[in-house]
């Protein structure tokens, strides 16, 4: 078919600066004339994908499908040689991220607001990933940032919109087109890592004992889902649910946290399901629930790198180079790592910190408290891996323990036996007053400065315990691998107990400013199975009084109580 490029007059729009999550904004702003075109030929202006390959897919969500059609025909005016793209432009972040990799693409464009709620009135998002399969650094995403502030047109080819629905290979204009099946490589890649046999044997000798829920959320994972876990493992459909992927997840929150998914909580506790498990929007978070146990992120990463070089063949071949954790998350990893003689990094939060380890081949487990958790296969944090995972650590732990079922609620009880545990939760402040965060902020920082909260003992009323300040600093991180440094990640504040309260300003909420406090108790195996498994709320009881006094975080904020608790 013969084809035109045509130039297209335009104006910058404020505002299109990308984070390393991309540009994330209401699906009205991208609708706005110009708007998304402007910021697709922003990519393609700084970087050059002329003659290259360019993976395109994404979570599905309210306007994806005009967008891909968008960079089609922008991108081919630009001379990209090849795009692959996913059927009906679906893509999981993770599978994304493998297919760049996989197919040595020079880049890829993700379409997704991760978590965010869809629809016309809800969010919509444009992320670039560079060849690693991870996403853009920051100086590739200031560049496109430059380029939209000076845009004055765009090229686009003009030409029938490519069915996404077929699978298979054909042309638009100069460039190849390949539509490929979503779930096929992401499948063979968890296939090639998981002993898929082990875990189908497990959950068939205990068809009846032990009964697995997937929840896509109405996200991206879905079809994932389904495909493992009806397809491949055997399992009966009911194993699955909320697995159709819908432009505005069914009208929910596609965020799997223990308010969001609170769908999959009460059918786990209602029907007595030992393993739970859902996945958010675009498929790279993760909650593991089991009944009755709720599993924190932070220990989940533990168990993970505790059991990955027994339990799951890829680290079996391969080894465990290093682990690593966000500076928030709790330090129950670091006892494994100390364990087991493995360097364990501690980064800012954001998994963009992971990815120059895991290219340097120094770094195989990560994990973040904010339901991420994920491994060098890819250069992105990966939900379904996780759940995947754990079930394969269940079965290995089942193989070894023949006579007594192993469920969620059992490992973890041995992991603390072990390794004592990190009591840790997270209290959020959403949209409070920007002007008033930075005032807690502030004052955090005079204490630092003066030194002024060092070896002071703080008394909690209702439990009497005393906690006595170690230290206060802020988090500064100097990437290893490239000398990079980020300041200013997050207070600190550490009690001589090893305790700790840490607060960071959100870099994530769209209204105001969300302030998080992360609390932090360990206790040592030796203080026995009541001490240790304890509610969370409970154990941290007195440290977390402790620390909304000496933070007058109340006052400051005016808030009585957080607005969400993990
Ligand atoms: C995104 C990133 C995560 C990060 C999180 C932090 O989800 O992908 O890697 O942990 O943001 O969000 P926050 O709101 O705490 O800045
Ligand atoms: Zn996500």
Redesign the pocket.
């Known amino acids: 078919m013969s084809y035109q490029i045509k130039e297209v007059k335009t104006k910058p729009y404020d505002g299109q600066k990308p984070g390393?999550?991309g540009l994330r904004k209401r699906v009205k702003v991208f609708q706005q004339e110009h708007y998304t075109e402007n910021f697709v030929q922003a990519i393609f202006d700084a970087v050059d994908l002329k003659g290259k390959t360019l993976v395109v897919g994404g979570d599905g969500r309210y306007f994806s499908p005009e967008t891909v059609q968008t960079i089609l025909k922008i991108g081919s005016a630009n001379g990209v040689a090849k795009f692959i793209i996913g059927q009906n432009g679906i893509l999981s972040t993770p599978a994304a991220s493998n297919i760049i990799r996989k197919y040595k693409a020079d880049g890829g464009i993700l379409l997704t607001a991760?978590?965010n709620p869809g629809g016309p009135n809800a969010d919509f998002g444009i992320k670039y990933n560079v060849s690693n399969g991870g996403?853009a650094p920051e100086a590739v995403t200031n560049k496109i940032f430059e380029k939209t502030k000076a845009i004055s047109s765009y090229k686009v080819i003009e030409l029938p919109p490519v069915d996404l629905s077929q699978k298979g290979f054909t042309t638009y204009g100069p460039s190849n087109v390949e539509i490929i099946d979503s779930v096929k490589d992401y499948l063979e890649l968890l296939e090639n890592i998981f002993d898929f046999f082990l875990i189908k044997s497990f959950l068939q000798s205990h068809a009846d004992s032990f009964k697995v829920l997937f929840d896509g959320m109405h996200g991206v994972t879905g079809p994932y889902g389904r495909a493992i876990f009806v397809d491949t493992l055997g399992l009966p459909e009911s194993s699955v649910q909320n697995a159709t992927p819908l432009p505005d997840f069914g009208g929910g929150h596609p965020d799997p946290n223990l308010t969001y998914a609170h769908e999959l909580v009460e059918r786990v506790e209602r029907e007595g399901i030992h393993f739970g498990a859902a996945s958010d929007g675009d498929g790279?978070?993760n909650m593991i629930y089991g009944k009755g146990a709720f599993v924190t992120p932070s220990d989940s990463v533990a168990i993970i790198a505790d059991w990955a070089a027994e339990a799951i063949p890829y680290f079996k071949k391969g080894g465990i180079k290093g682990l690593a954790r966000?500076m928030?998350t709790s330090a129950q990893i670091d006892k494994v790592a100390k364990k087991k003689g493995l360097e364990c990094h501690v980064v800012p939060?954001?998994?963009?910190f992971f990815g120059n380890l895991m290219d340097a081949g120094r770094l195989s487990i990560c994990g973040?408290?904010?339901?991420?958790t994920g491994s060098d296969h890819i250069r992105?944090?990966d939900g379904v891996w996780a759940i995947v995972a754990w079930l394969n650590i269940l079965a290995y732990a089942n193989k070894e323990s023949p006579n007594k079922l192993i469920g969620i609620k059992e490992l973890l009880e041995k992991h603390y036996t072990v390794y004592g545990r990190s009591f840790f939760s997270r209290y959020d402040y959403e949209e409070v007053s920007a002007v008033a965060a930075q005032s807690l902020v502030d004052a955090i920082n005079v204490y630092i400065s003066t030194g002024s909260l060092a070896s002071t003992s703080h008394v909690s009323k209702s439990t009497g315990q005393k906690f006595t300040v170690a230290d206060v600093s802020n988090f500064d991180y100097t990437d290893p691998i490239d000398g990079s440094v980020s300041r200013n990640q997050g207070q600190i504040i550490l009690f001589d107990d090893g305790s700790r309260v840490v607060f960071?300003?959100?870099?994530?909420?769209s209204q105001g400013a969300?302030v998080?406090m992360y609390v932090e108790r360990y206790v040592p195996p030796e203080a026995g199975p009541a001490e240790l498994n304890k509610d969370t709320q409970e154990g941290l009881k007195g440290l977390i009084e402790v620390a909304l006094q000496i933070s007058n975080l109340r006052e400051f904020l005016g808030r009585d109580k957080p607005t969400v608790i993990t």
Do not use: A, N, V
Not at 504 to 509: A, C, N, Q
């Open positions: 390393t999550s991760s978590h996403p790279d978070r966000s928030p939060t954001g998994w963009k973040e408290e904010s339901f991420g992105e944090k960071r300003l959100s870099g994530t909420g969300t998080r």
